[in-house]
């Protein structure tokens, strides 16, 4: 505890410090602080240095923000030097009134971190009142048989100070028959009383004027003087008698206007005019809450009386006989208090916003209760309604912290309505309550949450560049820059270095945007991590996967594998048993689609046939049946157009052109080959005819010369040896099925004994040319073309990575694929002409063998039909689990000798 004085007079303050309390010092000095002033200081004195009585240095004041907390603004703080100063006048007797002491109590509030601390600057009274009468002069009647002794009570003066400055004495002017004695009432306010000395004689002085002073002891002593008008009248002998010199009595306040609070009784013991009595009250002007009846003595209420504002009334009554004299009684009157005053909760210091993350126990304002009553209906007791995550601590007397007392979620409760209900303990109790909003501050406690817990995203492909294709969203509950959220790609399973050029997200909006064109058939899928970051402090973030899958559009024709044109552009050929059964396997179109699903089914469809009736078309697999057997009057030619379309929408399509010949062997079909052409399209046939109409007069005698030397050059040469080089036979592998997606060139013209015999005489060795210009023997000097031939060369056989596979398949797997370099295909091509020249020495045949295609034996097994896979059976459909097969066993069981399905290659190109 800390005290200080200061002494208006000298200007000075002395700082009473007790040494034996310095240990009791704490942190948040509980104790008061007090001070001690004269009161009138001039607005701006210096009560005292508070800063430095709390311990806080200067450089802490503007940080700290001390301030004062009080109803009335007496005091104030300097921010500078942290002194105490007077901020309004303080008049003691104002404020306390006749109170012996007189502090003033408040509280003293410091921020960061918050604390409270209570002071009490106590006033001392100065002597700035004087005492006075109230009235200036007065007039008293005393009879000349009024005898020595006797006391007459003049009217007193009032002194609004207490203590030494208050009234202390009254003198009265010198004179010969009058003396003063000074008497005391019980509240310790002092009255005149005049004695007289001696006997009066009205026939010698009638008057007399005296002179009363009341003095104080302040310094300097103030006073006030009254004239007194001594009036010596005949002989009134007795004065009244109160019958009690002083009454007491006690008043409830909350009496009606109107009530009896007691009456007064005096008698006279003259008769006549002498005796009788009337009643008034000495200081009239001051009495303002009573009526006093003049004839009766009666004291009644005129208002309401109120305990706070004044606890008791001393009145000073007369009773005045006939002839004059006076007696005085004093009558005090003691109001009772009651419980009529609701006490009040008052707060000081609230804060505007309370964080969140303030731990229990943090002080949040201070509160005060008042309460005008006195006693128990003055006590308060203090309490907080509801459930809300605060409590109240008692800090001292009526003065109260309130404080946290849980933790605290701005996201659940953002602010809360508290309620401080305030009871006294009269009887019965009275109580009001108080509420206040106590608005929670965000910190950022919570993590952006994704409204979902992965996002899966279809795109269809060939999207135009820049389009928006998803939008993610996150939520974060905190206020401000807590809750603004941004995203982010942090990761994803494409290329770092290309990522931006596939897809950017907006980090605002979340929406992710196609910064290309995606390809199905490229990138069917790509794995995004979206990230989701506040602008928080420390910034908090959740992450999100991302798959986007690209869906497929009917952007991809089918493409046809079988059949095909050859590099030089001539066509393939399919020849078919003349003895063909229907439903007999003649062909299949094998097409393949790069889109997937529906738009990769493909179907099949006949758009032109040279005898529709004949060949049937299977929808989905492509395959294509004889739908009866072959008349004498049909054609052993037939064409067939196949139009392959897609199940996308709109459809996509393909055209594939089947040239059918019928015909039990091969040296069947050589000279048909060359001799009569395949019946030709009819629309083509149109347009040659158109042609040929426009030129046949300009071209018939040049048709003439050119038939000549024809007619002259068949009869000079060999038919056979023309047959080699006028045709050329695509005979593929040894297959049963009749489908292929490659051909090979063979020259298999009939060459016999004799030809190769003369080309040995000769010194030549026959030789065939590939493509490519390397040449291979297929008859040579040293061996007989009648009865030898070359042994098989082990090198052409098919290695396992040389062995077709699937139309599915694209490299060289296990299955393997055809032979898709030229070397492989010459040798090949080789090794069929080789098995046509000993078909034309008939050491063999050329249908012969069920599975060799007339190949001979010695060329071993590597070139049976079993080696060959089949391509009709796998054939992957992209899109869908479905392959459609076609088995050994699903096919006509009856094979012809002449080689199933065996595909030729026309001399001449097709046209389409």
Known sequence: MREGTAERGRGQRRPMLLPFL???????????????????????????????DLGFSVQELPTRKLRISSEKPYFSVSSESGELLVSSRLDREQICGKKL???????????????????????????????????????????????????????????ADIGTNSLQNYQLSPNDHFSLVNKEKSDGSKYPEMILKTALDREKQKLYHLTLTALDFGHPPLNSTAQIQVLVTDANDNPPVFSQDIYRVSLPENVYPGTTVLRVVATDQDEGVNSEITFSFSEAGQVTQFNLDSNTGEITTLHTLDFEEVKEYSLVLEAKDGGGMIAQCTVEIEVLDENDNVPEVLFQSLPDLIMEDAEPGTYIALLKTRDKDSGRNGEVICKLEGGAPFKILTSSGNTYKLVTDGVLD???????????????????????????????????????????????????????????????????????????????????????????????????????????????????????????RDHGSPTLSANVS?????????????????????????????????????????????????????????????????????????????????????????????????????????????????????????????????DDPLPPDPQSELQFYLVVALALISVLFLLAVILAIALRLRHSSSRKAWGCFQSEVVVPPNYSEGTLPYSYNLCAAEFNSLTCNDQLKSGQDLQFADSAGALFPLCNSNESTSHQQAPPNTDWRFSQAQRPGTSGSQNGDE????????????????????????AADGSSTLGGGAGTMGLSARYGPQFTLQHVPDYRQNVYIPGSNATLTNAAGKRDGKAPAGGNGNKKKSGKKEKK
């Open 546 to 674: 991302m798959r986007l899958l690209v869906g497929d559009r009917n952007d991809n024709a089918p493409r046809v594998l079988y059949p095909t044109l050859e590099p030089d552009g001539s066509a393939l050929f399919d020849m078919v048993p003349r003895s063909a059964e229907p439903g007999y396997l003649v062909t299949k179109v094998v097409a393949v689609d790069a889109d997937s699903g529906h738009n990769a089914w493909l179907s099949y469809h006949v758009l032109q046939a040279s005898d529709p009736g004949l060949f049937s078309l299977g929808l989905r697999t492509g395959e294509v049946r004889t739908a009866r057997a072959l008349g004498d009057r049909d054609s052993a030619r037939q064409r067939l157009l196949v139009a392959v379309r897609d199940g996308g929408q709109p459809p996509l399509s393909a055209t594939a052109t089947l040239h059918l010949i019928f015909a039990d062997s091969l040296q069947e079909v050589l000279p048909d080959l060359s």
């Open 410 to 532: 701005r996201e659940q409760n953002p602010e809360y309505n508290i309620t401080i209900r305030a009871t006294d303990k009269g009887d019965p109790p009275l109580s009001s309550s108080s509420s206040v909003t106590l608005h929670i501050g965000d910190v950022n406690d919570n993590a952006p949450v994704f409204t979902k817990v992965s996002y899966l995203v279809h795109v269809a492909e060939n999207n135009p560049p820049g389009a928006s294709i998803a939008q993610v969203s996150a939520s974060d509950p905190d206020l401000g820059a807590n809750g603004q959220v941004t995203y982010y790609i942090i990761a994803s399973d494409l290329e770092p270095e290309s990522l931006w050029s596939y897809v950017t997200i907006n980090a605002q909006s979340g929406v992710l945007f196609a910064q290309r064109a995606f390809d199905h058939e490229q990138l069917r899928s790509f794995q995004l991590t979206l990230q989701a």
């Open 101 to 159: 002491m007189c502090a003033l109590e408040f509280e003293a509030v410091a921020e960061n971190p918050l604390n409270f601390y209570h002071l009490s600057v106590e006033l001392e009274d100065i002597n700035d009142h004087t005492p006075k009468f109230a009235h200036t002069s007065f007039e008293l009647q005393i009879s000349e048989s009024s005898k020595p002794g006797t006391r007459f009570i003049l009217g007193s003066a009032h002194d």
């Open 22 to 52: 310095l240990p009791l010092f704490c942190p948040t000095l509980s104790e008061q602080i007090r001070y001690k002033i004269p009161e009138e200081m001039p607005t701006g004195s210096v009560v005292g240095n508070l800063a430095k």
């Open 815 to 838: 299955t393997g694929t055809w032979p898709n370099n030229q070397f492989d295909t010459e040798m090949l091509q080789a090794m069929i002409l080789a098995s046509a020249s000993e």
